[in-house]
C-alpha cells in the first residue's frame, strides 16, 4: 500500500509524456557544448538502457529502472534522461537526488521541446523542493574543494545549490593550507545562504586570544615577589620588636606611676595632678604601641606566607623577555607606621 502511493504521487508530479517524450528525442538530445558527443555504439547503449528504465518502472521494479537509467546518466548528461531518473527517485523517495536531476534537466532544457514537458517538471521540482532544503553556497575564494558530511560536493563556484536533507549537517571548504566550516540545522523546504571564508591553518581572527607557550621550569619565574614579600616580613618584624618593645616600656612607666599615685590617688584627688596626667598619657601611648605591635605582626606573617605561595602555586608561565607594561599589575603600598613600601605585585 506504500508503495502504492508512493508510485501515485511520482505519476502525478511527473507525468508520464516526460518518460514517453524522452525516449522519443534521447537519442537526438544534445550534450552541453563542453562535452565530447557519444559513439554510435554508445548511442546505441544509451537507448536500451533508457528503455530499459523506462520499462522497468512502469513495471514497478524502481531499483532495477534507477540502475539503467544511472546507467545512461553516467554515458550522456542530457535533461530527458535527468527527468527519467527523477520520477524513478520520487518513487523511491530520494528527494534529495531528484532534486539535483530536475535542477539539471530545467537548466539544460532543449528550447523548441514540449512545453507540456517543461511545465511538468517545474512542477515536480517545486513538489520536490518543499521535502528537502536547499544551500546557496558561496566561499571567499575560488577553486577550493567543498563537501558536506564528507561526500564531494565539487569546486568553488558552485553554479547550482546543495540540496540536502532537513536536519544537521556540516559543510566544509578546503583550498591547500586553508579552510573553513560550518555547522547548519536546516529545515525541508527553506533555502539558505551559506558564506565560508577561508582562513591559514595558524591564523587567529581579530580579538581572539591565542593559547600561552607551556609553562617553563620553576627557575624562569621572577625574583621580584620574593624580594618584595622577604621585605614586606622584615618590615613586620621590625614592627613588631619596635612597638612591642616601646609597648613594654609604657607599662613600666604606668605601672610606676600606679604605684606613686596609688590605687585611687587620682580619683580622690590625694595624688599629683601631674603624676596623674603622665599615667593617663602611658596608658594611651601603651595602647597604640601595642597595636601598632599586633600590626607589624600581622604584615610580617603575610609578607613570609607569600613567598611560598607564590614560588610553588602552579601558574602559567609568560613568554620571556615580555614587556612588564603588557601584564596586568596591581600597585599599593605596605607600611608600619611611618614606614611604607611601595611596588607593582
Request: net charge negative; hydrophobic share 45%; aromatic share 6%.
Amino acid at each position: 500500500m506504500i508503495r502504492s502511493r508512493s508510485r501515485a504521487r511520482a505519476a502525478s508530479i511527473v507525468a508520464a509524456t516526460v518518460l514517453v517524450c524522452a525516449s522519443a528525442r534521447v537519442s537526438h538530445a544534445q550534450p552541453p557544448a563542453a562535452e565530447n558527443t557519444t559513439s554510435s555504439d554508445e548511442n546505441t547503449r544509451l537507448q536500451a538502457l533508457f528503455r530499459q528504465g523506462i520499462s522497468a518502472y512502469e513495471s514497478g521494479n524502481d531499483e532495477a529502472s534507477l540502475k539503467a537509467l544511472s546507467e545512461a546518466w553516467s554515458i550522456r548528461h542530457t535533461y530527458d534522461i535527468a527527468a527519467a531518473i527523477a520520477q524513478t527517485e520520487l518513487a523511491l523517495e530520494r528527494y534529495r537526488d531528484a532534486a539535483e536531476h530536475l535542477d539539471y534537466g530545467l537548466k539544460h532544457f532543449v528550447p523548441g521541446q514540449s512545453e507540456k514537458t517543461l511545465e511538468q517538471m517545474r512542477a515536480a521540482f517545486a513538489e520536490v523542493k518543499q521535502h528537502v532544503a536547499a544551500l546557496n553556497v558561496q566561499v571567499n575564494e575560488e577553486g577550493a574543494t567543498l563537501e558536506l558530511d564528507d561526500r564531494a560536493l565539487g569546486i568553488s563556484p558552485l553554479h547550482s545549490p546543495v540540496f540536502v536533507e532537513r536536519g544537521r549537517h556540516t559543510l566544509r571548504a578546503r583550498h591547500g593550507g586553508r579552510q573553513a566550516s560550518q555547522q547548519l540545522d536546516v529545515q525541508a523546504g527553506r533555502e539558505y545562504p551559506v558564506q565560508l571564508e577561508l582562513a591559514a591553518a595558524n591564523y587567529t581572527p581579530v580579538g581572539a586570544i591565542a593559547a600561552p607557550p607551556p609553562a617553563a621550569a620553576d627557575d624562569s619565574r621572577s625574583l621580584a615577589p620574593v624580594v618584595i614579600g622577604a621585605t614586606v616580613a622584615a618590615i613586620g618584624a621590625v614592627g613588631l620588636v619596635t612597638f612591642g618593645a616601646m609597648a613594654s616600656s609604657d607599662a613600666d612607666t604606668m605601672q610606676q606611676l600606679r604605684e606613686k599615685n596609688g590605687a585611687y590617688g587620682c580619683s580622690d584627688g590625694t595624688a599629683a595632678a601631674s603624676d596623674c596626667a603622665a599615667q593617663h598619657d602611658a596608658a594611651i601611648s601603651h595602647d597604640q604601641h601595642r597595636d601598632l605591635a599586633i600590626a607589624g605582626a600581622i604584615v610580617g606573617a603575610v609578607g613570609l606566607v607569600s613567598i611560598p605561595i607564590y614560588w610553588f602555586w602552579p601558574h602559567t608561565q609568560r613568554a620571556r623577555g615580555a614587556n612588564t607594561a603588557s601584564r596586568p599589575a596591581m600597585h599599593g603600598a605596605v607600611g608600619i607606621g611611618n614606614v611604607s613600601l611601595f611596588g607593582q605585585f
